[in-house]
Structures are given as C-alpha cells and as structure tokens.
C-alpha cells in the first residue's frame, strides 16, 4: 500500500477538525482549510479554532499533544493553492449541495491529477455533488463519510461514485482500515447512506412510543442503553450530546429525500425536536436539551415534554427490568425482555420488531449484502448487535411468527428466506479446524460464505472451531495457528485472580513443549482493570493474611515468568489496561498496543501500592525512581499508546496497532518475528537502589502535595510504602539488590495496607460506585 505525505481537508468544524486530528494520529501531516472570518484580524482564525477545539475537547480528538503540529491551519481565499501538494483531499463543510459544489470546482483546477477526492457528506448523493465535473475528477471521487468523533467511533463509510476507479477505492478502503484505525463498510449511493438511514430509523422510532405510550425521558434512557445492548448515553442523552439541532436537521433532509419509501412518515420531525431547536435547547452545547445540570452541585433535571419544564431527574426502577439486568448473556436477556408482559417489555418489542423489519425492507436498496448493514450500526453507533444479528438473538422464526400474528407484514425477502427453511441470518459453518461463518443473502435467497479478513484473528470463531487447548472458569488457553499459543482471559472485566494465574504459567509450559512463541490477548471491553477487588477486599476482611500473601505471591511468579520464559511472550493490551493487566503488559517481551489504551498503576485509588511487580519493573525500565514515584503515586493513566510510551508505560520499540479488530494478529506476527533469536535471559540482582536519601525526596514530594491539600493523610501513608519500595526499602546509601528483593517489598506493602480500614473503604466504595474515594 502506497504512503501518503500530505492531505488537505476542507472545513474545519466539529467533523473536518477532527478527521485532520486523526490523520495526525496516524502521523500523517494535513492542510486544514475553513473561510475567512469577518471581522478577524487573522485570516485563518476559523481553521485555528478548529485545532483548538480537537485539542481541548474532552475527550481528546489527539492521541497526543504534539500532533497538533502535523496540522497547518489556512484559509479558502489564500491557501487553495496549496491543494497542488495533497495526495488526498477531503471536503467536509457543511451540508449544502450548491455551496459543496462551488468548493469543488475551485478545487478541480488547482489539484494535481491523480490525487483522490472524496466528501464527507452524511447523505446528498454523490453523483449530484460530482455532475459535470471532469472525468480524471470523477475517477478520483468518491464518499468517506466518518463518525463523529473520527477517533472514537470505528466507522467510515465508503461510497464509491458511478466511475470511481477501482484502484482509488481499494486504497481507500486499505488506507482506512490500517492506517487511520477505521471499520470500513461500502454503501450503496442512497440517502443516508446506511448507518445514519437506520439510526435515524430507530432513534425516531423511540421518539414515536415515547410520545404514543406516555414514557417520561428518564424512563426511556432507562431501559435503551447497556440493557439492551447500547452505549451508557442511550437514547435522549445521546441526542444531547450529538446535537438536538443536528439530529433534527439529518430527520428533516432524510423525510425530504425519500418520498417513495412507505416507512417515510416516520422520519418527520416530531414537534417537540422543532421546539427545542426553536428555543436553542441543543443539548449539551447550549447547556440544555433533554438533560441539564443545575447548581453548585451540578445536579441532573430532566425536561418534561408535555410541560416543557425541568425536573430532579428520577432514579428508574422496573422489577422485569432489574430482574433482567443479572442475565448475562445479551441474547438471553432481549428475549427476556421482549417475552415480559410489563410495560419495558412492550416498549422494546415495538421498537425492536419495527426497527428489524424496515432493515430487511430497506437491505436492498441500501446495501449488497446484510453484513455491511450489521457493521454499520455496530461500528457508527455502537450498538452489541446490528439489526440481522439482533433478530438472530431474539430468534428469527420465532419473532418473525410473532411479527406475523400481530397482523404485520413481513417484507418479501424474509417471507421467501422462511419458505426456504432458513433458521438464522448468519450460522456457523466451520471446516477442517478453520472458522467459517455463513450469512443470508436476502436477493439471493440463500446463504452465502462469509469471506476472511486477512489479518483479523476473532477468538470466539477459533475456540468454536478448533475448541481450547486448556481452560478454566477465567482464562484459556487456544492455539492461533503457525506455533503461537494464546492466553485468553474472560472473567467480569477481565480482573485478575487464581485462574489467570495458573493460566499464565500452564500456557508458558505449553509453549515451552509444543510452540514457538506465546500472546496474552483478548477480546473483552478491556484488556484487564486489575485484580479482582472482591476477593482482595473479602480476604483481609476475614483476616485470611495467609491466603493472601500466597496469591500476590502466585501473580509475581507469573509475572516473572512471564518475563523470563524461554520462549517469547508478547501482549496485547488495549482499552483499559489497569493495575494488574498493566504489570503483566510491564513484564512481557513486547508489547503490541492497541493505539486506544488507557493504561496506568492506579492502585492508589483502591489503597494499596501496586504489587505484581510493576514498581520493580519501572524502576529497572525507567531508572528514575521519582517519574515512577509520580506514575503510580498519582495514580497517572495514558489517553492513547502514544501518550503511554510518553510515560513510559511502552518501550520504543513497542509497536501500535491502529485498528484493534487487527490486534491480536499483529501480536502473533510479532511473537513469531522475536521467535528465532529470542534469549530470556535471567532474574536481575543488579538493580540500584538509592536508599535514604531517595526516601527523604519522595517523602518530601508527598508531603508538599499534601501542604497543598492535593492529597489525604492516607493518600501519604500510601506514598511512603511506594517510597520506601523505590528505595530500596530505606538502605544506608545505593545499593544493589535483586528482583526478588523489591517484589517482596511491594507484597509486604501490599498487605500492610489490606490491613487499614481507610484501605477497605477505599475498595468497597470502588466495588459500589466504579469511582475512587479519597479518604
């Protein structure tokens, strides 16, 4: 795949900032040009305050603080010239046919033939932004139209105009997907696209049964969010967040340009989106939408709709709904939820049987295949499931009768898919050991096989195929293929305990007797976020000091082992990566970072010092005991791979993968590539120690922070265990000591701070609330 040196991006609003900010991410530097504000006395004032505004969003549209500089800032009437040096240009200004295509012809005689040209436009067709322009141009042309924000959200949709040469768009869709991180799914030139034609679809019909069934806006966001498989914003709080007016214009302009479509009613702004935009209630721009905070205190109201006024928003409780919420398995409890005769019940199976059914009415016209409609809403929206696969979980003959009995239609395609006595959307058609998934092609009225994607490696499709190699209640072991094994862990957030131990260390001798290199990797919410608190917090509560040495015990071994293996270990860490994942990443051979890792020592907040080892660690890594002071002491956690190499978290030659569906392939390469030369070479008892006077300065550290009022008196406590840890356990001047050495002095720590009962408040508030409490 070819390099690109620069790009240009047209518009530098809340998309085109941000679509420049990723490319930086991606180390690629960008012109980024907006107009020429009146009445500003510098000429690119708006392209500047939309770097500003990526930088300091939160969160952050920059993986770092320095790739702001890979971003030139210009304007339309000065710097179009400058378009000559672009290897890829992309407009993004606002939604205006007339105003796109005068930017664009401007740009036609200034690019250099040969460079790709795409819009990022959420919906005019391309072909009328694109008409009469040259045929070289067209060629070039094309949709890339990216979720807001570009670095977060895993979607870009590629939209290839009538003549867009091949070419141009497999380099689009590779250049994406590697490089910028993206998911890419190829839409068909209609309103919408996919993504937002189906969000629109069922964001509206939440409004319809709001209205229709008298739900209050607390109740809704109640029972739309990760009950059922959405993001924490749910429904009402999303839409204060995307913009009240940004959704009601996208509703607007797709009820305008579908007249044919028999399920346009449902996309005609309802009354009360008009009001809140009429009264610039946008959300949370404007201070206000649905939801407001009010008072010193920040406090949560809620708009009533029918009176327009606020109220405390109320904490929601429905007993089927709670009930349901300790179901695990997400299929499971949809199908709980839409069998329960309760009102939430009613609500979702209206929403769900509607939302399904306009997608399979619509597949055809929106897309060649469901896959791609799947991806969409899983990748644009963050949905668990796409609408194919949601019918699959609530299941498809099943619902379809259901739909049916009720007096519905069922489209054509799916009525001709259940004569041909298809039971699923999608069905697992695994072959000589290698995974293979099946999905329904609704034109074709059969089921077709799903293609592999090079360098995508899905655990749950290996183990369905070729099983485990080992296995517990918290962890796996399963073989990768070409003499890679995996330890795979899949506990409640991945936290720590017995079973990843024992794990770590029997895929270690695994490795040593039948593979060349071993990958701790999984394909959680999150690498890990450390050890599993419960069972920490329930054994110095019942005093078991015993048992719990022997478990921190167990985990530093692993730990060592894993770092002193005779073969090489790679790991994976992505997302969270906290405490305990972090000291097992700390310890492997080399990392293969996912570039959205959140990764630190943050056991301060929980009362305790890190004990696995990952005081010892960077303290060998960094030789500065004063920058680990501040890591762990203050708890530091890295925005992206970049920023934790910064810390030091990562060592140079870490490598970054930018689209995590692409990690764990990219750990195996690098596992194999280390495989032929690796050396583990042996414990260190070499290490320099600083002793008192390395004590005395870190002590003082903590104790002008706590002269500040920065931290508590237990917060001291726990830096003077890290202190006295960083050197050396108070030696009488520097000395040498062993590994060993600081693992038990961070194991005694560990335990002497169990012992606290400022400790223990600490961990049970982290177990209520998710937060820290600083006591």
Known sequence: MKSLSRVAVLGAGTMGSRIAAQFANAGVPSLLLDIVLPGQTDRNAAAKKGIETAWKQKPAGFYVDSGVSLITPGNFEDHLDKLRDADWIIEAVVENLELKRSLWKQVESLRRPGSIVSTNTSGIPLSRISEGFSGEFRRHFLGTHFFN??????????????????????????????????????????????????????????????????????????????????????????????????????????????????????????????????????????????????????????????????????????????????IEDLPTRLRTLVAGKDRAGAFLWKLFSDYIVYSAATAAE????????????????????????????????????????????????????????????????????????????????????????PGVIVLSDLKRARGVVQSNGGASLIDLGDGVLCVEFHSKMNSLGEDQFSMIQAGIEETARNFEAMVIANQGQDFSVGANLMLVLLAAQEGEWDELNAAIHRFQQANMAIKYAPKPV????????????????????????????????????????????????????????????????????????????????????????????????DAKALALSLAPNYAPGAPRTDIKAGGESVFAALKLYAWSMRQGNFISDHDVLIAEKIAAILSGGRLTGEQTVSEQYLLDLEREAFLSLCGTQKTQERMQYMLKTGKPLRN
């Not at 006595?421 to 074709?444: M, N, Q, V």
């Not at 305790?608 to 708890?635: D, H, I, S, T």
Request: proline fraction near 6%.
């Open 149 to 326: 924000p570009p670095r977060y959200l895993h979607l870009v949709e590629v939209i290839p105009g009538a003549e867009t040469d091949a070419a141009v768009l497999q380099f689009v869709f590779e250049y994406c997907d590697r490089r910028l991180g993206k998911g890419v799914v190829p839409c068909k030139d209609t309103p919408n696209f996919i993504a937002n034609r189906l969000g629109s679809f069922f964001g509206c019909t939440i409004g319809k049964i709001t209205l229709e069934d008298d739900w209050s806006i607390e109740e809704v966001d109640a029972i739309t969010g990760p009950l059922i498989g959405l993001p924490n914003s749910a429904s009402y709080r999303l839409l204060d967040i995307v913009g009240i007016d940004v959704m009601y214009f996208v509703n607007r302009n797709l009820y305008e340009a579908v007249p044919h479509d028999p399920w346009r009613e449902r996309f005609k702004p309802a009354d009360i989106l008009a009001r809140l935009v009429e009264r610039k209630w946008l959300g949370d721009k404007t201070g206000q939408g649905f939801f407001k905070r009010v008072g010193p205190g920040k406090e949560i109201h809620a708009l009533d709709w029918k009176t327009f006024e606020y109220h405390p928003a109320k904490k929601i409780s429905f007993p089927a709904v709670e009930a349901a919420r300790q």
């Open 570 to 665: 790679v790991a994976a860490p992505f997302g969270r990566t906290l405490g305990g994942g972090c000291e097992i990443s700390l310890h492997a051979a080399r990392c293969q970072a996912s570039a959205e890792l959140y990764m630190g020592l943050v056991e301060v907040g929980v009362g305790v010092v890190p004990g696995g080892g990952g005081l010892k660690e960077l303290l060998v890594r960094l030789r500065n005991p004063q920058k680990v002071f501040e890591l762990a002491g203050l708890a530091k956690v890295s925005t992206s791979a970049e920023d934790a190499r910064n810390l030091g978290l990562l060592n140079k030659a870490d490598p970054v993968t930018m689209n995590q569906d692409r990690l764990i392939a």
């Open 366 to 453: 929106i897309s060649d295949r469901i896959v791609e409609m799947d991806r969409a809403m899983r990748w644009g929206y963050a949905h668990k499931l796409g609408p194919f696969e949601l019918w699959d979980a609530l299941g498809f003959t099943e619902t379809a009768r259901r739909i049916e009995s009720e007096g519905k239609p069922l489209p054509d395609a799916v009525q001709k898919m259940l004569s041909s006595g298809a039971s699923s959307f999608y069905r697992a058609a695994d072959k000589d050991r290698k995974p293979r998934t099946e999905h329904f092609c609704l034109g074709r009225n059969t089921l077709q096989t799903l293609e592999e994607t």
